[in-house]
Structure formats: C-alpha cells, structure tokens
C-alpha cells in the first residue's frame, strides 16, 4: 500500500526558490505594465508598502508553523485557532486562488509561444500543462530542481536588468524614449502624476504580483529540516521580492518615462529593446516564457497539496488524498490540472476581459487567506501564551502590525468597490464564499450521518 505521507525531499534552496518562482511572474513581468499606467513613479511605494505587509503576514506565519510540528499547511493552523469552518472555507480558497492563477500563466504561455509561431494559444497551453504535470507527478525533488532553475532564469534577468540599468544611468544613455536618468521618476508630473487616485487603483495589480509568496507554508510538510528552513526561507525571500520588485521597477522608469509604457506589453521587454541588442526582445519573451510556466509549475503543486491536505482532514473527497509510488498525491495533482485546463480554454471567449477578472478575484480570495493567517496568529499570541513566550521565531510588533496590516487590506477592497473595472469581480467573489458555507454544511451533516450509522 502506498504511503499516506508526503515525502521531505525539498531542501533550503528549493523552498527559497519555491516561493520567488511562485510570486516572481505575470504579475511583475506584464502586470506591472498595467499598474504603472494607473499610478505613475508612485507604483514604487506601492510595491514597497504591500512588500513590507506581506513581510509582517510571513513572519506571522512562520512563528505560527513552528509553534507545533503536526502542521502541514495554513489551513491546519486556521482549524485549531478559528475551526473547522474556516480550515474547509480557507483551504478550498487558497486552491481556488491558485486555480487562477495557473489559469492565467498557462493562458500567458499560449501568447509569449505565439512570439515565435502562428499557432493557437491554446496548443502551447496545454502541451505546457502535460509537460508540467509530468515533471510534479515523478518526485518533489523533481518539482524542486525543476523550480529552482525556472526561478533562477528569472532572478538572473532582474540582476542583468538592474545592472545594465545602472551602467546607462552613469553612462547618461540616450534612448529612442530619451536619455537615462533619476529624474524621469518625477519630471512627467510628479511622484504622483494621477495623484492618490492612480497610486491607490494600482494595489489590486500589486496584491496579485505578490501572491504565491506563502508558499513556504504550502511546502513546509516537505522540507527536511523545517526548523532552519521555514526561518531562514521567511527572513530572506520577502527581502530578496522587495529587492527584485523596487530595484527593477526604479531602473525601468529611470530608463524608461512611464508614460512610454503600454498597459498591455511588458515594461522589461521594452526595457531591453532600448539598450540596443537586436535580440533583447527574444531573449526577455523567452524569460516571460519560462516565468509564465513557472508560476503555473508552483499553482499544481500548490493546489494539488492542498486538496491533499483537505482530504486527509475528511473536507474533500477520500481518493484525493492518494499517493503514488513517489510519494505525490497524483488524484489531487490530475483533479487540478484538469480544472486548470478547462479554464483555459473557456477563457479564450474573453480574451480581453479575462486576465482582469482572474487577477481581481485571485487578489481578493488571498487577501482572504493572508487576513486569516493574520488573525489566527492574534489569537494565537491570545490563547497559547506559553507558547509564544517560548518561540525561537516571534513576529515583530505583534499585535499591532496585525491590525495594520488587516486594515490595509481592508483598505484595498474598498478600493476596488469603488473602481469600475474591480467591482464587478469583487461583487461576484462572495458567491465562491456563500457555495463554500454550503458545501460545508452538506460535509458536516453528512460525516455526523456516518459515526451515526457506525
């Protein structure tokens, strides 16, 4: 009989690099181009105020993971702290937040493939999907070798991008867009050239290229040595984001005013086709190519450990919780490609639309689980004293960045109630959450069914 367990094969490097491949990809690599548009050069604090608030949701997280060694996943720890309901409501949304995303990166595989050749988009999608599923059904050691040299093709890129955007700023460099310079930053109105308005519009494009960062709580069953691993990953990758995110962004509109980005392309490439190499623009499609299957590489393994993690807490199907002879929990793995698949391709019918509606409701879903993750812990530090004054890794200025952080967050959905084109996603994402209630309530009925009969 195959082991019920997953298997501690991902090493330190591999759950660093987990996490940044997972939050390093559409969201900065084409989303930003959006986001810059509505905010200008104050896209830059943006980034680094919600960087700073998912830092403070991390280190909740991690003192949260360490305080008992039979937790898994986030969804363990929301079942000890706020119940049963909320584990089954937070772990299906988290799959459902992953869902989307992958959603969209494999969609964004199909467009960057189209760079090269006239295909259908939908062909490279897919053929990325089985490949990608191939590689997470061999091992997790697998998946984790895999990750690592996706995610370092992307970091090296933000490195060269930096780099070469500091030698042309000492340089002086002129461009077709005009010469390099600090002072692109404010000299096209300002900081805040659509005012607070642009600058506050821009979050909900930020929350979404941040998420996937609490992938260190997905992985944590399966590292081998989580008491190093866990804070050495939670201390350095937010670091290493706000680095990648900030440094990049800064370079990009030094070299490049904002208001000679498009929405709709990518800032990096256009970025690298001003420096004057004839293939900068093949080179970088290849690097949005492998970003793209990236992120959607983290969203199956993501979403397959959650539905893992779910069936094993008797809150999905029994099968689901099956694992293979390499210690992978194939069902959830096939049950979640699949879905990621139709989505796919149903999304060819609003191609324009699409993208807008994933990330709003991506972002709005993992405001949710990082708003519980918050609360758990600010009932954690409440109820289990003891064990918070023996935690070798506390989070700082508990509970006070608690509450900030929540009220930020409730700050950016605000936002997007007001915004036109985030209402109508934001308005529809309480249905996914009214279903979940009642999917629970079913479960709960019928589980109380059976110890009866037995």
Known sequence: MAQQELKRDLKNRHVQLIAIGGTI???LF????????????????????????IFFVMRALGELLLSKAGYQSFTDIAEDYLGPRAAFVTGWTYWFCWIMVAMADVIAV??????????????????????????????????GELEFWFALIKVITIVVLIAIGV???????????????????????????????????????????????????????????????IPSAINKIP???????????????????WTQLNAGESPFVKTFSLVGIPIAAGIINFVVLTSAASAC??????????????????QAPSNLAKLNKNHVPSNALFTSTLVVSAGALLSKLIPEQAFGIVTTISAICFIWVWG???????????????????????????????????????????????????????????????????LYSNNREKHKNIKISA
């Open 25 to 27: 990809g559409t969201g």
């Open 297 to 314: 590489n983290s969203g199956m393994f993501s979403t397959s450990r959650i539905l893992f993690n779910l069936s094993k807490n008797h």
């Open 30 to 53: 084409l989303g930003s181009g959006k986001a810059i548009q509505l905010a200008g050069s104050s896209i830059i604090f943006a980034y680094l105020l919600v960087g700073i608030a």
């Open 239 to 257: 670091l290493r984001i706000l680095f990648f995110y900030v440094g990049a962004l800064i370079v990009l509109l030094c070299v490049n005013p």
């Open 110 to 143: 199909g467009v960057y493939v189209q760079y090269w050749f006239d295909i259908p988009q939908w062909i490279p999608a897919i053929i990325c999907l089985i490949v990608l599923l191939g590689f997470n059904l061999l091992t997790v050691k697998l998946f």
């Open 372 to 438: 519980v993750i918050l609360v758990c812990h600010i009932k954690y530090k409440k109820t289990q004293p003891q064990l918070h004054a023996k935690s070798t890794f506390k989070a700082p200025f508990t509970p006070f960045m608690n509450y900030a952080v929540l009220t930020l967050f409730a700050l950016v959905l605000i936002i997007m109630l007001v915004a036109e084109e985030t209402r109508p996603a934001l308005l529809l994402t309480p249905l996914w959450f009214i279903l979940l209630f009642m």
């Open 167 to 229: 030698i042309m700023l000492v340089m002086g460099f002129k461009t077709d867009a005009g010469s390099v310079t600090v002072q692109n930053l404010w000299e096209h109105g300002g900081l805040f050239p659509n005012g607070v308005t642009g600058f506050l519009l821009s979050f909900q494009m930020v929350i979404f290229a941040y998420v996937g960062v609490e992938l260190v709580g997905v992985s944590a069953a399966e590292t081998s040595n989580p008491k190093k691993n």
